[in-house]
């Protein structure tokens, strides 16, 4: 079992609509999380991080939920300029600094 | 404003070959890594380096060394380059102050 799961869609969804993303984890001990963002032939950038009692940035909006290992990302009024990769990422148990990732959950944004 | 750079965006080169691959960060950052990323599989930790000649195997090091002579430059080796290691190669230095991870633009590396 991989250690971050990601269903590697892609989502297909018209501009303005509501999408959420999930990600599993198999390590219970885990202690930060984060979605990354990676645009095409592009590298990827931290989008935010996410916080047990849940957290929200404009219309981004990122959830933990510890007892079944899985972190969630909602975004609504989705714009054209959201199709990119998501990354989910948490943090190794082997080290403070270093990152598990997931393969990334492809979303296109249709006008 | 933090920036990553790596000497190459596209490298194309033969088996056998050996190949150097310089990621450079102008942030003080003491932890830095390289990655190797194909599709399906996300990044992959190939090494990394918390210090100045200090280094660390990661999840797949096979294949690969790397240098890190001074705190801003990160250097990974292909020792002889394999078809398998056609890849993008991304480098990152990591903040702990903000606990985010900042990336080079990658180097798509092909071996023929």
């Known amino acids: 079992r991989k250690e971050v799961e990601q269903d590697p869609g892609p989502f297909n969804v018209p501009e303005g609509a509501t999408v959420a993303f999930n990600c599993t984890y198999s390590?219970?001990?885990?202690?930060?999380f984060f979605w990354y963002r990676q645009d095409c032939r592009k590298e990827p950038k931290l989008l935010m991080s996410?916080?047990?009692?849940?957290n929200e940035d404009g219309r981004f909006t990122a959830q933990l939920n510890r007892a079944s290992q899985y972190i969630s990302l909602l975004i609504r009024d989705s714009k054209l300029s959201d199709s990119a990769t998501y990354l989910c990422?948490?943090?190794?148990?082997?080290?403070?600094?270093?990152?598990?990732w997931g393969a990334g959950t492809k979303l296109i944004i249709k006008p | 404003d933090v920036k990553v750079t790596q000497s190459s965006r596209y490298l194309v080169k033969r088996t056998g070959e050996k190949v150097f691959l310089e990621c450079v960060q102008d942030?003080?950052?003491?932890?830095m890594f390289w990655y190797r990323q194909d599709p399906g599989l996300g990044l992959r930790l190939i090494y990394f380096?918390?210090?100045?000649?200090?280094?660390e195997k990661g999840d797949i090091p096979e294949g690969y060394s790397v240098s890190r002579e001074k705190k801003e430059r990160f250097s990974l080796i292909l020792e002889s380059a394999s078809t398998n290691q056609t890849s993008m190669y991304l480098c990152?230095?990591?903040?702990?102050?903000?606990?985010?991870?900042?990336f080079g633009p990658g180097t798509r590396l092909t071996v023929t």
């Open positions: 990152a230095s990591f903040s702990p102050l903000f606990y985010e991870q900042y």
């Open positions: 942030m003080d950052h003491e932890n």
């Open positions: 380096s918390y210090d100045v000649k200090m280094k």
């Open positions: 390590n219970s001990a885990s202690q930060s």
């Open positions: 996410v916080y047990s009692s849940g």
């Open positions: 990422v948490v943090n190794s148990m082997d080290s403070n600094y270093q990152l598990i």
